[in-house]
């Protein structure tokens, strides 16, 4: 079995692995989260703990599902708020969790209403020897306007909170910022000017997943009624990417330590997230689906996929695809490539013909005789739609040339990618 | 070669492998995993093709079963993993065996290499015969650190995964390659080499530390009626020619009578008929509802247009006239063929080795015999006889000389 390191330094703390649960019931207490060590996570996030005054009063049921075609849990919707269990006990468990597992890191999510709660939710933790903060300034479904993300919108909030963190314990720190902003940065910058370490993105984005059609309501159903609340899973992956480029090619924020979340199921994702630049990875939504198992195969094949790429350490790899991901108005617009279609492979069932012909540009022709597509490249723009949609991968990219009067050699052109081939 | 006779059917692509692994319905505990005999844990490699882990499919496949991309062709699914499916609750069971052969396709492609060498403890091993089960204790002893010889008295290695399974269900070339990694792995295979014959079991003890012997079924049954008819011929010898022919074979009869209710007479059928043999009936012993044979070849067979007769039991042979009884009712049959081959089954032939044989079969219970220094595996050892039990009975019997010599290193 293959054996690489997978060890990472985030904020000044070594991982002896990348992967944390993220602050959600996958962590909820003691057990949970010694179930999930003993299982080959590196950390975890423990679930919110807030303010003894704050209470909290759940709904059931409490969550829903995004599905498509067969698939379950394309998105995840959910109700929660923050801990349920008393404020004594979750100190408890992770002074507890700290003595039992001394080389894994244990985190403390807080969330508080004013200054002084968040100062002394943080005096709190680090006497519980937590290893560092996280700061839930993110949470979309508080019944509080004075907690979550209506905090975590407004960068003056923000930077005055994570102050009285910083006040109330010497702990790195991260602040976990909500997507439901339209630019993440302004907020995140507010958040190391009051002191964070590091920034921990995303938490859930506010979505209504399904409606009940006999009865008008959206899910999960709250005796008759429902709410806006927090989406996650796979299908949030794209939005977590996209604010952690946009974080990290901001002005002085190229080495930001960055937590990435959302949608982290397979050891690909989790790659793509160090790529843009994450250093640790933090999990919810797939774990609530398959259990804390799935450490194994993001594991592993994050260990295989270091071999291929010939390195030793796993930080070798954070951020290098930041640089190639350019605003839209600086591509290369110059030249076209067409689909090559392999008759040997293709199983004619016309998949190709009938997206190019409804969502493309009319230019496969099908021979109905022996069910066989062909390019006509008088029609084709390129766009490889069809390429997307052959079931068996019988088409890939073909020849490129030049768009007239462009300059430049088509041969040069890199459009090919490993991702469909890689599996 | 023959492309009918060659021909494997097809397998997953990247898409349909990811849509069968996602009918999985990734049981806790899988019932799968404890039903394959060699502990190939399914359960575990399918979470891992599931969530885009090929390479960690791979190892677990093969650190568990050093044949593993063999037995995801010719394993018997239906009675071990695929049995204890969850899924088959709902509908059908996973296509264990298919994602399987995936995975370790990919493997080869990736050329992962995946077996790792002991370090040397300077014990020394001998192996009897390098069928599965030679194989596989091999490369257990090898992965402990032992250094292993292997005896075969072929001119090629694998026993009946060369000379038996025919070649549209099990390619050549993937014996090969299984074998490749073993002798990589540091196996010396001497070949042409019968032990009893061209070296006694006294040699061989006195150069190594502990003996295992693996040399399988390797010989015919017959029935006296047949005795000196020269249409006769049995059913692993023409499996055997026809492979080491690659289907190239001269005499492939118009007429030919299988007797049998096997999967090697479903074999033997299903060949001739890719050979384009005319007619090809097979006889059987058995009625259908106690068929021997698997249902995934019984129905191979029956599309491949042989002829199958159940209940019936040879009474008499006029040369190449063979009459047949039912066993229950009153019923008489006669074909006329011009070849007879007998798929009746196999014996062990352990001459000169220095193993008991009682009415054919060995009387020890499990792997020891009464002989220290000598074990026993495969084929001849109790338990199933099928290539997935070759592998358990191999890992079974390397981890008992292993906790005999040295106590056990793993
Ligand atoms: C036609 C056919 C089809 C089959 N199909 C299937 C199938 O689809 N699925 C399945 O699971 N199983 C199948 N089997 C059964 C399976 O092949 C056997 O259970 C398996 O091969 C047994 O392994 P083994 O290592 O014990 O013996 P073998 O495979 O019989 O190997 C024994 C080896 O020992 C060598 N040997 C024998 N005597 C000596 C000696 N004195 N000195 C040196 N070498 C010696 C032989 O040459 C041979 O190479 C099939 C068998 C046959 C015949
Ligand atoms: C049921 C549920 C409860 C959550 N509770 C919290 C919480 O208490 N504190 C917090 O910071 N984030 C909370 N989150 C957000 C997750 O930690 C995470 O940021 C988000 O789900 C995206 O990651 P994922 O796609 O891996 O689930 C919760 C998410 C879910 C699904
Ligand atoms: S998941 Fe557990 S806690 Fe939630 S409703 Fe089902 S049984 Fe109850
Ligand atoms: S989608 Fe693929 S398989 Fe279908 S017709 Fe096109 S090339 Fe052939
Ligand atoms: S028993 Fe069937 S459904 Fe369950 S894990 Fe095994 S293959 Fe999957």
């Known amino acids: 079995m293959i054996d690489k390191d997978l060890s990472v330094d985030f904020m000044g703390v070594h991982f002896e692995n990348p992967f944390l649960l993220s602050s959600s019931p996958v962590g909820n207490c003691y057990d949970m989260c010694a179930k999930a060590f003993d299982e080959g996570w590196g950390g975890v996030v423990f679930k919110t703990i807030g303010p003894k005054h704050f209470k909290i009063d759940e709904v059931s049921p409490r969550f829903d599902e995004l599905t498509k075609e067969g698939t379950p849990f394309v998105g995840f919707k959910n109700m929660e708020q923050i801990a349920e269990h008393p404020l004594e006990e979750n100190l408890h468990d992770l002074k507890k969790l700290k003595e039992n597992y001394p080389d894994k890191i244990v985190v403390a999510s807080i969330m508080g209403t004013n200054e002084e709660d968040w100062e002394e939710l ?302 | 070669m023959s492309k009918k006779y060659e021909t494997e059917t097809p397998s997953y692509t990247m898409t349909t492998v990811m849509e069968e692994a996602a009918r999985c319905l990734l049981c806790h505990d899988a019932p799968c995993s404890q039903a394959c005999p060699a502990h190939t844990d399914p359960g575990k490699f399918i979470r891992s093709v599931r969530f885009r882990n090929v390479k960690g499919a791979a190892e677990t496949i093969r650190e568990n079963n050093a044949l593993g991309a063999i037995c995801a062709r010719v394993c018997p699914t239906e009675k071990y993993c695929e049995l204890a499916c969850s899924r088959t609750g709902i509908d059908s069971p996973i296509d264990i065996g298919g994602i399987q052969r995936y995975v370790t396709d990919f493997e080869q492609q990736a050329k992962m290499d995946i077996l790792k060498k002991g370090d040397s403890n300077g014990k020394t091993i001998a192996i009897v015969g390098s069928g599965p089960a030679g194989l596989q204790t091999a490369t257990t002893m090898l992965e402990r650190g032992y250094a292993v010889d292997i005896y075969e008295k072929s001119e090629k290695a694998g026993g009946y995964l060369t000379y038996g399974i025919p070649e549209y269900r099990l390619p050549q070339d993937i014996v090969d390659f299984e074998i490749k990694r073993i002798v990589n792995l540091g196996a010396d295979i001497h070949y042409n080499v019968t032990v009893g014959k061209d070296i006694t079991m006294d040699d061989l003890k006195a150069n190594h530390d502990a003996v295992v012997v693996a040399v399988g079924a390797s010989e015919a049954k017959s029935l006296s009626i047949f005795a000196g008819n020269d249409y006769v011929e049995s059913a692993v010898d023409f499996l055997a020619r026809v492979k080491d022919a690659k289907g190239d074979i001269t005499d492939v009869p118009q007429n030919a009578v299988v007797i049998g209710g096997g999967d090697v007479a479903m074999d033997v059928a299903t060949t001739l008929k890719r050979l384009d043999a005319k007619n090809v009936t097979d006889v059987a012993y058995e009625e259908f509802d106690e068929f021997r044979a698997s249902k995934k070849e019984l129905e191979g067979t029956r599309k491949a247009g042989v002829t199958i007769v159940d209940g019936y039991v040879p009474s008499a042979v006029d040369d190449n006239v063979v009459t047949f009884k039912h066993r229950k009712i009153d019923s008489e049959l006669k074909i006329k063929a011009d070849k007879i081959i007998l798929a009746i089954g196999q014996q062990i032939n352990a001459d000169n080795l220095g193993i008991n044989i009682e009415r054919g079969v060995v009387p020890y219970v499990g792997y020891k015999t009464e002989d220290p220094k000598v074990y026993i595996t495969g084929d001849i050892a109790k338990g199933d006889q099928t290539v997935v039990w070759a592998v358990r009975k191999g890992k079974k019997v390397a981890d008992l000389v292993d906790q005999t010599l040295l106590g056990g290193t793993k």
């Open chain 1, 122 to 423: 943080a005096q709190l933790v680090t006497e519980a020897k937590a290893d560092m903060i996280e700061m839930n300034l993110s949470c979309p479904q508080m019944t509080s306007h004075e907690m979550g993300s209506d905090v975590g919108t407004n960068p003056e909030l923000v930077k005055k909170y994570c102050a009285a963190v910083k006040r109330g314990s010497d702990l790195p720190m991260m602040a976990k910022m909500t997507p439901n902003i339209t630019d993440m940065v302004p907020a995140a910058k507010a958040s190391m000017d009051g002191g964070a370490d590091g920034i921990a993105t995303i938490n859930t984005v506010k979505s209504i997943s399904n409606i009940d059609l006999d009865k008008k309501v959206a899910l999960p159903i709250v005796n008759g009624k429902s709410s806006i609340s927090g989406f996650s899973g796979k299908a949030v992956k794209p939005i977590a990417l996209r604010f952690i480029q946009q974080l990290r090619t901001a002005a002085g924020m190229e080495l930001l330590p960055i937590s990435g979340i959302g949608g982290i199921e397979t050891w690909q994702d989790a790659a793509e997230f160090i790529l843009l630049g994450a250093t640790t990875l933090q999990v919810t939504t797939s774990v609530m689906q398959y259990g804390y198992r799935i450490v194994e195969d993001m594991k592993n094949g994050l260990m295989h996929y270091m071999e291929e790429q010939h390195v030793d350490h796993l930080s070798d790899l954070i951020g290098l695809a930041t640089k190639n991901i350019v605003p839209a108005e600086d591509l290369d617009r110059d030249y076209k490539v067409y689909p090559k279609i392999d008759w040997d492979k293709c199983i004619g069932c016309g998949r190709c013909y009938i997206s190019c012909f409804d969502g493309a540009h009319q230019a496969i022709t099908w021979d109905e005789e022996k069910r066989r597509p062909s390019v006509n490249i008088n029609r084709c723009v390129g766009c490889q739609l069809c390429n997307l949609v052959c079931p068996v991968g019988a088409i890939t990219t073909g020849e490129k040339v030049m768009k007239p009067g462009r300059q430049g050699k088509a041969e040069d052109k890199q459009v090919d990618s490993s991702r469909l081939t890689h599996f």
